[in-house]
């Protein structure tokens, strides 16, 4: 791993645990054991070009996660309850999920810099046809795609949310029953 690719990783886990304000820039370069020039020469605009950079790594990371290991079964209520599966077991073992961290800098990007609400606002419209793209795949048109894949985004991520704040996966597994009616199949 190199040194821009160990900056983002520690950069992602630190900014998840501690938001872009709790997150100070010593406390990343303790963490990652550089001295100041090594961060400015890897991001030159300082802490914003970082929180986009960041923003950035953990999409495509949950891009791959959700192409490779979700959104791989024969139909697509079968992916996406895979989908809500996987983010309940993620739960149980206490693991860090992109989207949280992306949904909490997008929620603190409408004070930051314009920069960070114009990624944020990318990344999410990747996000959502990403399930628009998916849904066409299995045999939706274009304007039912894209009324399901928004019903769904929001009910997976506003579960994923309020799951996280309770510590519990209950409501992801709610939506799991409803997802019948969304997807018909």
Same mark, same amino acid.
């Given at each position: 791993?190199d040194k821009?690719?160990l900056?983002?990783?520690?950069?992602?886990? =630190?900014?998840?645990?501690?938001g872009?304000?709790g997150?100070?820039?010593?406390?990343?370069l $303790? %963490?990652?054991?550089?001295?100041?020039?090594?961060?400015?020469?890897?991001f030159p605009?300082?802490? @914003?070009?970082l929180?986009?950079?960041?923003?950035?790594?953990?999409?495509? $990371?949950?891009?791959y996660g959700i192409t490779?290991?979700?959104?791989?079964?024969?139909?697509a209520?079968?992916?996406?309850?895979?989908m809500?599966?996987?983010?309940?077991?993620?739960f149980e073992?206490?693991?860090?999920?992109a989207?949280? =961290?992306m %949904?909490?800098?997008a929620i603190e990007?409408?004070?930051l810099?314009e920069r960070?609400?114009?990624?944020c606002?990318?990344i999410?419209?990747?996000w959502?046809?990403?399930?628009?793209d998916?849904?066409m795949?299995?045999?939706?048109?274009?304007?039912?795609?894209l009324?399901k894949?928004?019903? @769904?985004?929001?009910?997976?991520?506003? %579960?994923?949310?309020s799951?996280? @704040?309770k510590?519990?996966?209950?409501?992801l597994?709610?939506v $799991?029953?409803?997802?019948?009616? @969304?997807?018909g199949?």
């Amino acid at each position: 791993m190199d040194k821009k690719e160990l900056i983002l990783q520690k950069a992602s886990m =630190l900014f998840a645990e501690k938001g872009y304000y709790g997150l100070g820039l010593s406390e990343l370069l $303790k %963490s990652c054991d550089i001295p100041k020039g090594s961060f400015y020469y890897y991001f030159p605009d300082g802490k @914003i070009q970082l929180i986009q950079e960041v923003l950035e790594y953990s999409y495509r $990371k949950m891009e791959y996660g959700i192409t490779h290991r979700m959104l791989i079964h024969p139909t697509a209520l079968a992916s996406f309850e895979c989908m809500l599966d996987r983010l309940a077991d993620g739960f149980e073992h206490k693991r860090s999920f992109a989207s949280l =961290l992306m %949904s909490m800098i997008a929620i603190e990007s409408v004070y930051l810099d314009e920069r960070v609400q114009t990624t944020c606002r990318q990344i999410y419209g990747k996000w959502q046809q990403l399930y628009v793209d998916f849904l066409m795949q299995h045999g939706f048109d274009h304007d039912e795609s894209l009324i399901k894949a928004q019903a @769904i985004f929001a009910m997976v991520h506003g %579960s994923l949310i309020s799951s996280w @704040i309770k510590r519990s996966p209950e409501d992801l597994l709610m939506v $799991k029953k409803i997802l019948p009616s @969304i997807i018909g199949e």
